[in-house]
């Protein structure tokens, strides 16, 4: 029996690790306590299997490992984009976004849930986090859809799925933690997760869409009263024209002299969208409108958000900022506008704070128990194991994604992202890699895995943030003083799949089309070593015409009309007569007699006078 476990250590570790992660023991201390343990045995049982290397001193290494986490820098953007999106939370930015954009809306079926897809993808790009977006639209937008007859179901799937948007929609925790962990730029998985991401919600439209046409009383459009802003697109749609005009006369007329092309970018984008803002503002103020009422709002409501996601996400791809410092400008300009807005208070900074440390002390705890697992199990040889059980696996890189969507996809309905990507992702990247998969792709496959796996019941996350919100009994609509009756948890089941079949389709969709990311490769300069040329100065001004010599701003050394440099010495001389050295390929003679003549010419035995003969002994005078 002790031979079958030392000879199976890797399996019998990771399966009585993942049973405790699963029968909900605390994931951090069960990670340190199950490598400390297994390190214990492994020591022990080191002399029956060969593939078991572990002895006392390696516990040293620990001190040294675990400090390695607190340099890295990578994880320095997590508390900073968590503080964003609690501060953005608390500024009550999703209620403003989802009222002004559902009237904006209100007249098309289904407005309200395009509203709250979009919304959601606007709070991904904001906050980043899960829970947030799911529980503020659920709080605003829940009651209000119910209110207008909109199907339950629907409406309970919609805000489910829309809140998952956090997952892959940059700057989404999950990327950062899945660059960490696949050793790849998080700015690289930011672009690469740019398209999937817009694909989701379009798809996510296109259903509402679709079911507009099927069933048209399950998503109806705003009542004319419900319409308090009134019209306006045609306004809204000038004021987006003009200010796209403003755009591109910054960028080619009024921001020429800035040398640096993304910062002329910047300065042409944030006038444009400077001069619309203050026209919305000032026709808040005016009695006398300029623009609609419909497009003030819109204006005033939409851009604070945009100009934050713009001053994180596309100072990042523009290579202006790194994430970490995307991730600060973000926090504060968070700050900036709940200020503005007159929000900000000492209650919600505190809250925040709070909130910010809370999860950066469990990502901490988990990535410390984590590297404590790793120490053993890599140890006992378990990444060898797990590289040969996964590469043994038929169909080739196509075959290992496919199992791996599904091992992971079911991981996810039981264990949070954040303990998946410390223990499963550090174990599956090194197979990826030698499969010849790009892991920047690879990590996207696993963002969008993780974001279906919150909507899978029984235990998807999102739908218990929802189930914790949404009213479990009747309940009497503030408005219009009817009662309205519950939302149930089948309810919300149902609802929620025909978005997790969208999100499967769009798995496979990136995993067919790898082009989807990886045009972040693309976006990079790249130079063909073929096209390389190098081209050396020449030597000088002495150089004849079309010789392509060498020219290092040197003066000519001596010769002239394209004869050999002298290095500022008289010609070089062959005997009586002065040629230039090279010529007719003739040896320069440096000042010197010929030895047996010019080149072509049979060597004479007669020197001229006062010239020395060398090629006879010296004559010595008495």
């Known amino acids: 029996m002790i031979h079958i476990i030392a000879l199976n250590l890797p399996l019998v570790m990771f399966s009585s690790v993942m049973l405790m992660l699963?029968?909900?023991?605390?994931?951090?201390?069960?990670?340190?306590?199950?490598?400390?343990?297994?390190?214990?045995?492994?020591?022990?049982?080191?002399?029956?299997?060969?593939?078991?290397?572990?002895?006392?001193?390696?516990?040293?290494?620990?001190?040294?490992?675990?400090?390695?986490?607190?340099?890295?820098d990578t994880l320095l953007s997590i508390p900073f984009f968590t503080f964003m999106g609690i501060i953005l939370e608390r500024s009550r930015m999703a209620e403003d976004l989802l009222d002004t954009i559902g009237q904006l809306f209100g007249p098309v079926r289904g407005g309200l849930a395009y509203a709250v897809i979009l919304v959601g993808a606007l709070l991904g790009a904001t906050t980043g986090v899960v829970a947030a977006s799911v529980m503020a639209m659920g709080l605003i937008s829940l009651p209000i859809m119910m209110r207008y007859g909109y199907n339950r179901p629907l409406v309970s799937g919609t805000i489910a799925a829309s809140g998952t948007l956090a997952q892959i929609v940059p700057p989404s925790l999950v990327l950062i933690v899945m660059a960490d962990q696949l050793g790849r730029s998080v700015g690289d998985m930011y672009v690469g997760a740019l398209y999937p991401a817009l694909l989701i919600v379009g798809t996510y439209c296109l259903y509402i869409f679709a079911v507009t046409l099927v069933k048209p009383e399950w998503a109806p459009a705003l009542p004319q009263e419900a319409r308090t802003l009134g019209n306006g697109v045609t306004s809204l749609a000038v004021m987006f024209v003009i200010a796209i005009g403003l755009y591109y006369l910054g960028l080619h007329v009024l921001f020429v002299g800035i040398q640096s092309e993304e910062w002329r970018l910047v300065a042409a984008l944030a006038f444009a969208v400077g001069v619309v803002y203050v026209v919305a503002l000032v026709n808040e103020k005016i009695e006398k409108k300029i623009i609609s009422r419909l497009s003030e709002r819109v204006i005033i409501v939409l851009i604070p958000p945009l100009a934050l996601i713009f001053l994180v996400l596309g100072t990042i791809f523009l290579g202006i900022a790194t994430p970490t410092e995307g991730g600060a400008m973000g926090a504060t300009g968070a700050l900036l506008l709940a200020l503005a807005k007159g929000r900000l208070t000492l209650g919600s900074i505190k809250t925040a704070l709070d909130a910010t440390t809370r999860l950066s002390a469990f990502v901490m705890m988990i990535l410390i128990g984590a590297r404590v697992f790793g120490l053993t199990f890599y140890g006992i040889n378990g990444n060898v194991w797990m590289e040969e059980l996964l590469l043994a696996l038929p169909g080739g890189e196509y075959g290992f994604l496919i199992v791996v969507t599904i091992i992971v996809f079911i991981l996810g309905c039981f264990l949070d992202f954040f303990e998946i990507a410390f223990i499963m992702v550090p174990l599956l990247a090194p197979v990826a890699d030698k499969l010849g998969i790009d892991l920047v792709?690879?990590?996207?496959?696993?963002?969008?895995?993780?974001?279906?796996?919150?909507?899978?019941?029984?235990?998807?996350?999102?739908?218990?943030?929802?189930?914790?919100?949404?009213?479990?009994?009747?309940?009497?609509?503030?408005?219009?003083g009817k009662t309205m009756p519950p939302v149930r948890t089948t309810e919300i089941y149902r609802g929620v799949f025909p978005y997790i079949i969208i999100q499967f389709v769009m798995i496979l969709v990136v995993i067919a089309f790898p082009g989807l990311v990886m045009h972040y490769k693309t976006d990079q300069p790249t130079t063909n070593p073929s096209d390389v040329q190098i081209q050396l100065p020449g030597m000088g001004s002495g150089s004849t015409p079309g010789n392509d010599g060498l020219q290092l701003g040197l003066p000519p050394l001596g010769g002239q009309n394209g004869s050999a440099p002298a290095m500022g010495l008289p010609p070089l001389t062959f005997g009586n007569d002065s040629l230039p050295a090279g010529q007719s390929g003739s040896a320069p003679a440096l000042g010197l007699p010929p030895l047996n003549g010019l080149p072509g010419q049979q060597p004479t035995q007669t020197q001229p006078s006062g010239q020395p003969d060398l090629s006879q002994p010296p004559k010595i005078n008495p």
């Open 22 to 72: 699963l029968l909900g023991y605390p994931v951090a201390f069960t990670l340190a306590a199950g490598g400390l343990i297994f390190f214990v045995v492994g020591v022990e049982l080191s002399h029956i299997s060969p593939d078991i290397r572990l002895f006392w001193p390696l516990l040293q290494s620990h001190p040294e490992r675990i400090y390695g986490i607190m340099y890295n």
């Open 441 to 480: 792709w690879f990590g996207i496959i696993l963002g969008i895995n993780l974001q279906t796996s919150f909507l899978t019941p029984p235990f998807g996350f999102s739908l218990f943030f929802l189930r914790s919100i949404a009213p479990a009994s009747p309940w009497v609509d503030k408005v219009t």
